[in-house]
Nanobody
Framework: QVQLVESGGGLVQAGGSLRLSCAAS????????MGWFRQAPGKDREFVAA????????DYTDSVKGRFTISRDNAKNTVYLQMNSLKPEDTAVYYC??????????????WGQGTQVTVSS
């Protein structure tokens, strides 16, 4: 069984920053790609960012490129999402996900419970 627990969400003004964390347990964290997704009210869940098991490869959706940075610390079994220059349209529940590889991140097998990010204008 895999457990993913997100933290770090909250309310921030437009232009501000937040850092999300996702702590993983239950298996060898360093063998798996990790990702972040988000779901805004009334919308489908969408991909935000992913990072390979080694941390050498990252991928971002176009709307967050240059503003968000995904990173991981395999010694701490934790993945992070640094979010800068936040916009109201970034408001969503953010979910951490785990998959065997970057290609498999299209349909991750494991999800966290989500953390709310609200950006006020």
């Amino acid at each position: 069984q895999v457990q993913l627990v997100e933290s770090g969400g909250g309310l921030v003004q437009a232009g501000g920053s937040l850092r999300l964390s996702c702590a993983a347990s239950g298996r060898t964290f360093g063998n798996y790609a990790m990702g972040w997704f988000r779901q805004a009210p009334g919308k489908d869940r969408e991909f935000v960012a992913a990072i390979s098991s080694s941390g050498r490869i990252t991928d971002y959706t176009d709307s967050v490129k240059g503003r968000f940075t995904i990173s991981r610390d395999n010694a701490k079994n934790t993945v992070y999402l640094q979010m800068n220059s936040l916009k109201p349209e970034d408001t969503a529940v953010y979910y951490c996900a785990s998959a065997p590889g970057m290609q498999a991140m299209r349909n991750p097998g494991y999800w966290g419970q989500g953390t709310q990010v609200t950006v006020s204008s």
